[in-house]
């Protein structure tokens, strides 16, 4: 059983650019969670999402940033128009059927760097 | 409002002498807790969990952690630091009643001096 996977590892993209991060959660895991991770600074909780449903997106930012998890497929986290201030490590987490993020298995990340 | 505080951002101790990396919590009850470690390019991993059973948690890597609920700390320690320790830790605690997202500390990096 692989753990999460997200991909890719490394992102670099210029101003104004879209980002496209990619989550798939362990195998019989319906829920995913999305953090972001800021230089020198603890990880914040973004979105939380069930098989195609947003439960709670209170971190998301307002504008440019969504999240998706389709009923096949990974997760998806989009950055649009990227700026200098969205480079970071984005983390995906994923948990079984109860929900309980405190139960999730984190991936290895994807680090952003916007030139 | 749940919320961790980790008080130091670095510690750096000798090989093979013990460590502390504090956190202080404020709950308006007493929270499940948790500590996750990251090693440099590596995902998070849960290092050991509190939930209102024994107030002395035991984790892997011989890291323990002492729930304090007078003092409002949870603590992280080992009796002996070795190399392959250092990482960045956080302190965790859930949001919510069913936990549906979890607040992490600001994180403390451990370095391990030979």
């Known amino acids: 059983n692989a753990g999460v996977m997200q991909n890719p590892r490394h992102l670099v993209r210029r101003r104004g650019q879209e980002a496209r991060l990619r989550c798939s959660p362990m195998?019989?895991?319906?829920?995913v969670y999305w953090y972001r991770q800021l230089p020198e600074e603890g990880l914040k909780f973004m979105v939380y999402?069930?098989?195609?449903?947003?439960?709670?997106e209170s971190g998301m930012p307002k504008e440019r940033f969504s999240a998706e998890f389709p009923k096949e497929g990974p997760s998806i986290l989009r950055i649009q128009q990227v700026v200098r201030g969205d480079s970071a490590a984005y983390f995906c987490?994923?948990?079984?059927?109860?929900?309980?993020?405190?139960?999730?298995?984190f991936g290895q990340g994807t680090r952003l760097t916007v030139v | 409002a749940q919320s961790v505080t980790q008080l130091d951002s670095h510690v750096s101790v000798s090989e093979g002498t013990p460590v502390l990396l504090r956190c202080n919590y404020s709950?308006?009850?007493?929270?499940?807790l948790f500590w996750y470690v990251q090693h440099p390019n590596k995902g998070l991993q849960l290092l050991l969990k509190?939930?209102?059973?024994?107030?002395l948690v035991k984790g892997i890597n011989g890291f323990e952690a002492e729930f304090k609920k007078s003092e409002t700390s949870f603590h992280l320690t080992k009796p002996s630091a070795h190399m392959s320790d250092a990482a960045e830790y956080f302190c965790?605690?859930?949001?919510?009643?069913?936990?549906?997202?979890?607040?992490f500390g600001s994180g403390t990096r451990l370095s391990i001096r030979p």
């Open positions: 987490a994923s948990s079984p059927d109860r929900g309980y993020a405190t139960e999730a298995f």
């Open positions: 195998k019989g895991h319906s829920h």
């Open positions: 999402l069930q098989k195609e449903n947003i439960i709670d």
């Open positions: 709950s308006s009850y007493s929270p499940s």
């Open positions: 509190y939930t209102s059973a024994a107030t």
């Open positions: 965790v605690v859930p949001l919510g009643s069913s936990a549906s997202k979890i607040i």
